[in-house]
Nanobody
Framework: QVQLVESGGGLVQAGGSLRLSCASS????????MGWFRQAPGKEREFVAA????????HYADSEKGRFAISRDNDEGPVSLQMNSLKPEDTAVYYC?????????????????WGQGTQVTVSS
């Protein structure tokens, strides 16, 4: 069982930055493809970014390209999401997800484990 814990959320002004982190309290994530998704009130969960289990491939939603960057420390496995130039429409609960030996999927149903989420609020 993989338990994921997100951290780094908070309140930031538009144009600001936040860095989210996702780690497992019980085991390394180095064998897992990792994804970040978000869900705003009244909306469906949507893909943000993903990285393959070995860090060789990354994928981004079109609206996040150039603003967000996903990375991982493959020695220990935590995955980070650096978010720059934040906009009010980025406000959501951000979730990380893990897929064993995943290539970095943008589809939620392909992930095996999910964290509880961390709130990101961007004020205008």
């Amino acid at each position: 069982q993989v338990q994921l814990v997100e951290s780094g959320g908070g309140l930031v002004q538009a144009g600001g930055s936040l860095r989210l982190s996702c780690a497992s309290s019980r085991r390394t994530l180095s064998s897992y493809g990792m994804g970040w998704f978000r869900q705003a009130p009244g909306k469906e969960r949507e893909f943000v970014a993903a990285i393959s289990w070995n860090g060789g491939r990354t994928h981004y939603a079109d609206s996040e390209k150039g603003r967000f960057a996903i990375s991982r420390d493959n020695d220990e496995g935590p995955v980070s999401l650096q978010m720059n130039s934040l906009k009010p429409e980025d406000t959501a609960v951000y979730y990380c997800a893990a897929q064993f030996l995943g290539s970095g999927s943008r589809y939620p149903h392909e992930y095996d484990y999910w964290g509880q989420g961390t709130q990101v609020t961007v004020s205008s």
